[in-house]
């Protein structure tokens, strides 16, 4: 590990949100290396500074007392006498394949609603351990340039689908270059970008998740998630920026992918 992958994970180990494998990587490195003891120090001190600081508000105790007497009182709920019936053994077990019917279309329903789930979360985990694998040292780019023009034939002949590659430079997020990685077995695009001083691995593939794309943000493993689909692709981007600066580099993305005056 070098002092520009350390430098990346230093916050992450002061908040808790690596691995075993990476934790020991990162401290191990910093035992040797005297710039990112001190870069080390200096977030940790500033940690500890705002913890004791003693910013978090606390609301008194009056205000609660306050509230409380501001909300309407609740009213009794007036519970309407059930009204019985005699049914014939028509009206029952006609009642009873309608209910059959509606229950198995449910429970069908359901199986399928449950296996998506699972499938796009198993997705979202690959995902960010391959966010994380990439951010070792050697692991992180194949082609290393700016130029989108070199990024995006690099990938031809090396997946079934051609990754747009867009350069947001001006936009804030600086074009690193791409690799190439694997994620549910199948190989896929990896576009790399950078935020300051944070990656961004934007992963691109033809069936990538389950058919349902939404783009939420998750957070998972200290990581943020961003998920949507484009012309046919699935796009997946991984980093450990704001949830609201994630969203605006999929914004960006998208924009890019539709310049304003295009059909």
């Not at 940690?47 to 007497?69: D, F, N, Q, W, Y």
């Not at 300051?196 to 943020?224: D, P």
């Amino acid at each position: 590990m070098n002092c520009s992958d350390s430098e990346i994970l230093l916050n992450a180990l002061i908040d808790g949100e690596l691995d075993a494998g990476h934790a020991r990587d990162v401290e191990k490195h910093v035992a040797a290396c005297s710039a990112c003891a001190e870069k080390l120090t200096e977030i940790r001190d500033l940690h500890h500074a705002v913890s004791a600081a003693g910013l978090k508000m606390t609301a008194p105790a009056h205000l609660r007392v306050r509230i409380e007497k501001a909300l309407p009182l609740p009213t009794a709920r007036v519970i309407a006498p059930r009204k019985f019936f005699q049914t014939s053994r028509r009206t029952f077990f006609g009642g009873f394949a309608v209910g059959t019917a509606l229950s198995a279309a449910l429970a069908a329903s359901l199986v399928l609603t449950v296996v998506g789930t699972d499938q796009q979360q198993t997705i979202a985990n690959e995902v960010v351990s391959a966010h994380i694998r990439s951010l070792q040292a050697g692991h992180l780019i194949d082609v290393e340039t700016s130029d989108q023009h070199t990024v995006k034939p690099w990938f031809n002949g090396k997946l079934d689908v051609a990754p747009p590659v867009v350069d947001l430079t001006a936009q804030g997020f600086r074009l690193l270059g791409g690799r190439l990685d694997y994620i549910d077995g199948e190989s896929v695009a990896s576009v790399v970008y950078q935020r300051r001083k944070h990656i961004i691995n934007l992963f691109v593939a033809q069936r990538l998740g389950a058919s349902h794309a939404s783009t939420r943000i998750e957070a998972i493993q200290g990581y943020n998630v961003r998920h949507w689909s484009e012309a046919g692709l699935d796009f997946w981007a991984v980093s450990d920026i704001a949830p609201d600066e994630l969203s605006e580099f999929g914004q960006r993305m998208v924009a890019a992918l539709h310049p304003a005056g295009s059909s």
